[in-house]
């Protein structure tokens, strides 16, 4: 196996980082003036900060985080930030053209990293601006492509890299660890964690519950049959907030800090359960479409059988990590809408749960 190295040099801090003759260079043109400003009311909800940095030859955005602060460092053992190193060794640039990522430049502070990017406001869909039913093939094919790009790729076990497994993409929604955080030191997931596994017990069949708490809790035999399939580079949460495209057409995903080294499914499973994949296509399509498009880009045909079982271990894992947000949004989002279509997420699980059962 070829030993990674790096494609792209890390500042030493923010402000070397920002200074325009920095900014100068990396931009390509003349850079004299750079103001940094926080957004406005924004936090992000696992305890990042996100600031603008408006110069004279635009603006541009800047992502900060540490352990100390960021409950997805803090829970998944985050010590290089996987989110840099992915752009640092190169492999997020393999993806071009197909998906973009738009970094600039990224820098080490001390404990604490930062992700300098291109803004992109009016690109990425919000809660506002939500996925258009249209453009959800597209978002199935870029994750296809991805997948493959890194279909089992040696380069993903290098521990530079700093990537997720599924233990520790598990670890960021157990209720034990969550437990033991004061509230807001970490952003807000963790007081949403601990709702949320306290209302999945009203909303859960007794039995899947029960399964559910004791395969978060003594996870081995998930893993060890996790272990007998193919693995790729998870972005880890590949949603319409995470996805923007310019009027070029050309496709970014943002916010890696979730990368996962583990079953392609994953992905497939979190960005189905979305309601823009629900009024486009329908999740029984869209996971057909995507099985097809992966098939097109490895050059390879699956096995019905094997298919399916990757298909129910992969909801799986995603019931394990995101049926608690699913539970507390279906009380606690501001959107009628949004409420029910949680609710009925969260009843799903209930069969993805035990069809995956008898793969164990």
């Known amino acids: 196996m070829s030993k990674l190295e790096p494609k792209y040099t890390l500042f030493d801090n923010v402000a070397e980082m920002l200074a325009p003759e920095t900014l ?33 030859a635009g603006r541009l955005v800047l992502k900060q985080m540490s352990s100390a602060s960021d409950w997805i460092m803090f829970a998944s053992g985050d010590e290089q930030c996987r ?10 640039d ?15 502070d001390n404990t604490g990293w930062a992700i300098l ?24 094919d870029a994750l ?48 949403w964690i601990r709702g949320g596994w306290e209302m999945m017990g009203e909303l859960l069949g007794s039995d899947v519950f029960a399964q559910m708490r004791n395969l978060i809790e003594k996870p081995s035999r998930l893993f060890e049959t996790l272990n007998r399939y193919p693995y790729t580079l998870v972005h880890g949460d590949y949603r319409a907030e995470n996805l923007g495209c310019l009027k070029s057409g050309t496709w970014i995903a943002l916010d890696w800090q979730i990368a996962t080294r583990s079953l392609m499914t994953i992905d497939l499973a979190w960005f189905t359960r979305g309601a823009s994949v629900g009024r486009a296509m329908g999740q029984a399509l869209a996971i057909s479409y995507y099985r097809g498009r992966l098939e097109v880009y490895l050059n390879m045909r699956f096995d019905d059988t094997e298919w399916q079982a990757m298909i129910d271990l992969g909801f799986l894992v995603d ?26 997420a969260v009843k799903q699980c209930n069969q993805n749960v035990r069809d995956a059962l008898r793969w164990l």
Not at 159 to 180: E, F, S
Request: aromatic residues 8%; glycine residues 6%; contains cysteine.
């Open 83 to 92: 989110a840099v190193r992915l752009w640092q060794y190169g492999l997020l």
């Open 319 to 344: 019931a394990l990590w995101a049926t608690c947000l699913r539970a507390y949004f279906s009380k606690h989002s501001n959107m009628p809408e949004d409420r029910l279509w949680n609710e009925i």
């Open 24 to 56: 100068s260079q990396l931009l390509s043109t003349t850079v004299t003036r750079v103001d940094r400003q926080p957004m406005n009311g924004h936090l992000g909800v696992a305890g990042g900060q996100l600031s603008y940095v408006d110069t004279n």
């Open 117 to 140: 990017m291109h803004d992109l406001t009016g690109h990425v869909f919000t809660w506002d601006k939500p996925l258009g039913v249209k453009l959800v093939p597209a978002c199935l």
């Open 94 to 108: 393999q993806l071009h053209p197909h998906l973009e990522h738009k970094i600039v430049a990224c820098s080490r």
């Open 144 to 191: 296809a492509r991805l997948h493959a790009t890194f279909w089992n790729h040696p380069h993903l076990n290098d521990l530079h890299l700093g990537l997720c497994d599924t233990a520790k993409r598990l670890d960021i929604m157990a209720p034990a660890l969550a437990q033991k955080q004061d509230s807001q030191q970490r952003g807000a997931l963790p007081d």
